[in-house]
């Protein structure tokens, strides 16, 4: 599951991930989000690390690709 949360001001858009990862049981919610749009924080809800490597996040401006080795720790936000 990767869901989105929206704060006051903050522009929300659609998360997409690729449909091998989706099926999994992971939980990654997006934690915070600043507000000009130059960063968020990635937060994993479950109780073991999630690898990201190669998702991808994007708007109307552009994309960043997690490079390899890319690990979110339980309750550990990554920013």
Known sequence: MLAALG???AETGTIVTQPSL???VQAVVI???DP???CIQLLD???AP???SGWRLS???GSYSFPPD???NPDDPYE
């Open 7 to 9: 704060e006051a001001g």
């Open 22 to 24: 989706a099926s999994g």
């Open 31 to 33: 934690h915070s989000v």
């Open 36 to 38: 000009a749009g130059e």
């Open 45 to 47: 809800v479950s109780s």
């Open 50 to 52: 999630i690898d990201i």
């Open 59 to 61: 708007d109307l401006e």
């Open 70 to 72: 890319t690990i979110i």
